[in-house]
């Protein structure tokens, strides 16, 4: 697939998105059949030769806790490994990050 590489089973965007909430992204992988990485894949995935994640964090797709009633914490990894969280919540309060989806090798 163009513009992805394989690591861990499955084809991963070689570069980030644009930065948005934390549900978009994960729609926006959605639509283009995959998902948002787990925190622990991308950290590892961070630490292959030649890639890098954007300065800015990036979304995983793991929901960390749920601060306050429709508040949430979806954990971010920083571009040398880090992994810390954004928050979102349902009323239009929202953190934005690039991210990064992952396409599974077979459809």
Not at 80 to 107: A, K, Q, W
Request: charged share 20%.
């Amino acid at each position: 697939m163009p513009g992805t590489r394989q690591f861990a089973g499955a084809c991963w965007e070689s570069t980030a998105s644009a930065p948005a909430n934390a549900p978009t992204a994960a729609r926006k992988c959605a639509d283009r059949g995959g998902e948002l990485p787990g925190a622990l894949a991308l950290a590892a995935f961070a630490e292959e030769p030649g890639v890098s994640l954007d300065p800015e964090d990036e979304w995983s797709g793991d929901i960390l806790n749920f601060t306050f009633r429709n508040v949430y914490a979806v954990a971010t990894v920083s571009d040398s490994g880090e992994i810390d969280s954004g928050l979102f919540n349902s009323t239009g309060t929202m953190e934005t990050h690039p991210y990064r989806c992952v396409i599974p090798l077979l459809r």
